[in-house]
């Protein structure tokens, strides 16, 4: 508050300043806000595609599944 003050911002307006300044995710050399939508996709879809030689297994439908996930919970 007393830098908010020193700075003559109410402090909502200060704590929204400072939030802004320590969003610094960079992509690709962008701020991730300045990203459109599409290029999020495209970028999530390059990640999964990345993955395919991962060998991973695949879960099951029943694995993946409410009853199946909260069973031994006994829910």
């Known amino acids: 508050m007393a830098q908010a003050e020193a700075e003559g911002l109410p402090v909502s307006e200060y704590l929204r300043n400072l939030v802004k300044g320590q969003v610094s995710a960079r992509i690709g050399g962008r701020k991730a806000f ?3 939508p599409e290029g999020w996709v495209r970028q999530f879809k390059a ?3 990345s ?3 991962d060998d991973l297994p ?3 439908d029943e694995a ?3 009853e199946f996930i909260y069973s031994e919970r006994g829910l």
Do not use: D, K, N
């Open 58 to 60: 695949v879960l099951s």
């Open 64 to 66: 993946l599944s409410r």
């Open 34 to 36: 300045e990203i459109p």
């Open 47 to 49: 990640w999964v595609a």
């Open 51 to 53: 993955h395919a030689e």
